[in-house]
């Protein structure tokens, strides 16, 4: 069993900067495909980015190419999300994801393990 905890959501004006962390727990947190998802008010919850076991192959969905980065630090069991000039459009509940497992990092519908989601609101 895998069980996530997300932290650093909040308010930002538009262009601005946010880092959210993942903490995890369960023996295969460190070799599971991670990945973070959002949810907007009134929309289905999409994917964001997932990266690798290793931490070395990252996706990203169009929308935040060049703008969020994703990392990870296995030894901490700690997954981040680095959102960088942020636009309203990015306003949603965002959630930290484990597949449990090793998965390709474009099975975007594989995804077992959900934290409880933190809150981000950019505004303009």
């Known amino acids: 069993q895998v069980q996530l905890v997300e932290s650093g959501g909040g308010s930002v004006q538009a262009g601005g900067s946010l880092r959210l962390s993942c903490a995890g727990s369960?023996?295969?947190?460190?070799?599971?495909?991670m990945g973070w998802f959002r949810q907007a008010p009134g929309k289905e919850r999409e994917f964001v980015t997932s990266i690798s076991w290793t931490g070395d192959m990252t996706y990203y969905a169009d929308s935040v190419k060049g703008r969020f980065t994703i990392s990870r630090d296995n030894a901490k069991n700690m997954v981040y999300l680095q959102m960088n000039s942020l636009k309203p459009e990015d306003t949603a509940v965002y959630y930290c994801?484990?597949?449990?497992?090793?998965?390709?990092?474009?099975?975007?519908?594989?995804?077992?393990?959900w934290g409880q989601g933190t809150q981000v609101t950019v505004s303009s």
């Open positions: 994801a484990s597949a449990g497992a090793m998965i390709r990092l474009t099975a975007t519908n594989q995804y077992r393990y």
């Open positions: 369960g023996r295969t947190f460190s070799t599971s495909t």
